[in-house]
């Protein structure tokens, strides 16, 4: 399969000036910084995300992706570390 090289600068040239808002997720999914790993892993799963942020009082306060909850529990239940 070839990239379409002339369809991707017409891509490009369309959004150099775009706001970011003519982009973005509008309706993000976040956790609080006390949701249970678990529950935040099935909620990423059911809503087939990879990462959503971690919010406290209005504010964001970090990022959790669902890499790092598996790496987690790979880590957690190791014999090695």
């Keep these: 399969m070839r990239l379409d ?12 000036n775009e706001p970011v808002s003519s982009v973005m997720v509008k309706n993000v999914a976040s956790v609080s910084p006390e949701m249970p790993i678990v529950e935040a892993g099935a909620l990423m799963q059911a809503k087939r995300i990879r990462q ?13 992706r669902f ?7 790979l880590l957690k239940s190791s014999k090695y570390v």
Excluded: T
């Design 5 to 16: 090289m002339e369809g991707m600068e017409e891509k490009i040239e369309k959004l150099v």
């Design 52 to 64: 959503m942020p971690v919010v406290e009082r209005g504010k964001v306060v970090g990022v959790l």
């Design 67 to 73: 890499r790092d909850i598996m790496w987690g529990f």
